[in-house]
């Protein structure tokens, strides 16, 4: 069992242990079980600086099979591991940019490979650097660790195409995470971002619609379990019980909903499709709602 | 040169972006949008009688290689003709900026180029239209 955060106790979730605060990372700085990963969207970012002793793994470059779409398989997630001095026994601390939303991400993929010693950063990048914390230039080397990986599970935590077909059919509870004009139709992508990567607009039938960034306060840290209930469980009525599937564009936005609603507010059937409007508005005659 | 060599050159460009700013008196104009990062570029022009880039300049917001390969950009384009803009290579642009560093992010590295080819089509339509 991993300490718990007091900082982070107060906060009221299911699973404390998951998060820490900026403070305990800052206390923990040289403590060799941990290993800090930095993982953004801006891939430039951790050259501009970063904690001090942190690595980074990059969602494209590190996490991708760089050929067919899916993720890295066992044995180079055991590289992964290993070059960059992680053995089965650290502990890894993920932060990044735009409020943890890629450290959500590689967290997520890390769980497919069953690396439960994982904790992210609450606020992640910015609140580190908005509280004038160090940053450094210079990028550490670790000792090759040793490290053992299984097979990765593709069916705790992930879900596939047919399985959220059948999920949709029988109305069980699926959560889009993108912007209200991409769940609506109007938009195959973010406000200013290229609309592409889907033929159709819409959503998946009987989604409701919670963007990812809810979730978060104004300096990127998560809300208090009592305002995610309020969200998640008053506003549009998940019960913790229920089978849940969480999308968005491909599948990484929604993993940050996918932390939320499994770790922090403790719900034990939730998997995250990371397909996602990608896979789903291309596909040939499946059913699709708007708005 | 190495993919440190390629980063400190963007990182520089990053920070101290060159020809940022809004051009008044720019022969033609527009704006690029783009990629996973949600980014942003408007490029200037201004060109001479023989269609010869005379100045080139921009503003954006976005990613870190967006905004270094648009800075970046501006000085290539200075001296040559609307035709060579058109001409440049996206491939050798990319070797030019760093492939090794960008490798994963081909269209922010190369949304600044894609606007400047679009600012040429933006020209030549304009020309059509006025003659």
Known sequence: MMEIDPNISAKGYARPEVLVSTQWVADHLNDPSIRLVESNED??????????????????????????RDYLDSARFAELMARNGIS?????VFYGDK????????FWVFQLFGHTKARIMDGGRKKWIDEGRPLTREKPSYPRAEYIAPERDDSTYRAFRDQVMAHSAARLPLIDVRSPKEFSGELLHMEAYPQEGALRGGHIPGAKNVPWATAA???????????????????IGLKPEQEIITYCRIGERSSHTWFVLHYLLGYPKVRNYDGSWTEWGNLVGVPIERP | ???????????????????????EDATVSITGGNPGCGDLVTLYLKVDLEERVIAASFEGEGCTISQAAASMLTEMLIGKTLGEVR?????????????EVIVTRPKCATLALNTAKAAERKYRAARVLQS
């Open chain 1, 43 to 68: 891939i430039l970012l951790y050259d501009q600086g970063h904690i001090p002793g942190a690595v980074q793994i990059d969602w494209m470059r590190d996490l991708n099979d760089q050929l067919r």
């Open chain 1, 88 to 92: 089965n026994q650290t502990t890894v």
């Open chain 1, 99 to 106: 409020n943890n939303w890629w450290a959500c991400y590689a």
């Open chain 1, 217 to 235: 306060n104004e300096d990127g840290t998560f809300k208090s379990a009592a305002e995610l209930r309020a969200i998640y469980e008053e506003q």
């Open chain 2, 1 to 23: 040169m190495g993919r440190q060599f390629y980063i400190e050159n963007l990182l520089d460009h990053y920070e101290n972006p060159r020809n940022r700013y809004k051009m």
């Open chain 2, 87 to 99: 001409e440049m290579d996206i491939d050798a642009f990319i070797d030019a900026i760093g492939r």
